[in-house]
RNA sequence: GGCUCCAUGGUCAAGCGGUUAAGACGUCGCCCUCUCAAGGCGAAAUCAGGGGUUCGAUUCCCCUUGGAGCUGCCA
């Protein structure tokens, strides 16, 4: 049975790094008819942010990443918070100080600092442990851990040999011991560090697949010595190549890059932003792409995962979010729209459902609604500059003559429909031997105030009523006018 | 500095010894059109460099270069 498991710790928001991770997880095991696991990592107290685990959850929650066992669900190998399970870590740490794979240390921070100057100022290599309390006999270590004098417990590494592993993407991978460090398995807070925790609680938990951050390649082999050193069978490493925001800079919350939660916010679809995650770092290996999440459970392969970081490009991002804005059902438009339409239009009766069908396959993203209708709000200053259009046949004073012939013809209908406001502006070109852009871009301009719009001018005449698709043009004869006197 | 890893257009990427080196986003044309979108058609644009191996390298190996990660009582 395959178990896999989202392991993050609590210091923020869940970033689209995370997401991705959380995601590939999720997808790997459902997949493989597997469970997926959430465990909190939060053995650094300092770090940890509030409420940020409950974060974790609504948005693992909005981005239906629904885990089979974690610490608001339960499940048989809890608890899922590290901190809850600090006292099953100790004896763990205890039988490798016995069998010689690991040993209490109880050298301060300061020391350690000054040793550490004094080796670099004399080489330029990079300072190690030096082991020093390894070589303390047994029993005064054992009287001085008694005693209650702080202590942390170090991995043993040999001195001499390799460490290694093989990871399902990158292949074998190892590192010479001599190049590695005696980690802190157990700091002096009595928690047990990222290295060790993850160690014990993917054995206990029954972890069969690890799927992190390339961040951790480089300590896999360290961390294979102490299931060596446990008699462990080790679980299957998949390790996870980088989302960037450039070339050399990873995506970082710090940054000002776009949590999950702010592309939400933003009116970015939840779906698009997981299809585009989903294909960033991972290829189907064919043309198809979209997808919806079971039928990412149905592609997913390890075989599609790329090595090389991914950069995270915004402008697919966009790409996708309009397309499923475009797909999703009218309906469902105008429900998502009316908060946006009503920041640009409060207080003004308006047909959103029409409103919606203009703007339904012009959405991008959803907070670039107000800017885009706005000016069905209020008439915006405009130059007349705007009313001249080489293509469409119009200047100045086409535009005049077109808006008092349209005026009157306007005035008169006795129903104000969509298909009247046409049929009566297209009759009106066709008898003045007018172009149609002649009589219907002079006619938008002035009752819009902008080049371009969603929509034509008998649509925004529709939406903005028989008055006031008047009185604006009244407005724009009178500007015309003045400007030609 | 040491160690580990990575390298196909601007971006995501397919490719797994022989291809006209897919596709998508973006960009640029053209068409359609009452503007803008959408849609249709088309174009430009990639194997980082150098050595090998091979009849033949984008593909395998080495070096160089570039980039990332690790080098914490952070994860």
Known sequence: MVRTRFAPSPTGYLHLGGLRTAL??????????????????????????????????????????????????????????????????????????????????????????????????????????????????????????????????????????????????????????????????????????????NVIDDHLMGITHVMRGTEYLSSTPKYNLLYQAFGWETPTYIHLSPVMKDASRKLSKRYGDPSFEDLLAQGYVRDAIINFIALLGWSPGDEREFFSLPELVEAFDLKGLSKAPAIFNTEKLVWFNHEYISRMPLDQYVEMATPWFDKALAGKPMDYRFLSTLMHTRTEVFDRVPDMVRFLAELPEYDIDIYTHKKMKTDPEVSLNALRLARPALAQLPDFAEETVKECLMDLAAQNELKTGQVMWPVRIAISGQASTPGGATEIAYLLGQAETLRRMDLGIQKLEAAQA
């Open 24 to 197: 590939y997880t999720y997808l790997f095991a459902k997949k493989n008819g597997g469970r997926f696991i959430l465990r909190i990592e939060d053995t650094d107290q300092e770090r940890e942010v509030e409420g940020a685990v409950e974060l974790i959850y609504k948005s693992l929650r909005q981005a239906g990443l629904l885990y089979d066992e974690g610490p608001d669900v339960g499940g048989e190998y809890g608890p899922y918070i590290q901190t809850q399970r600090k006292d099953l870590y100790l004896p763990y740490a205890l039988r490798l100080v016995e069998s010689g794979a690991a040993y209490p240390c109880f050298c301060t921070k300061e020391q350690l600092a000054q040793r550490r100057e004094a080796a670099e100022a004399e080489m330029q290599g990079q300072w190690k442990y030096d082991k020093h309390c390894l070589h303390l006999p047994k029993e005064e270590a054992l009287r001085r851990m008694q005693s209650g004098e702080p202590c942390v417990i170090r991995q043993n590494v040999p001195l001499t040999g390799t460490a290694s592993f093989e990871d399902a993407l990158y292949g074998h991978v190892e590192a010479p011991c001599d190049t590695l460090d005696d980690n802190v398995l157990i700091k002096a807070d009595g928690l047990p560090t990222y290295n060790f925790a």
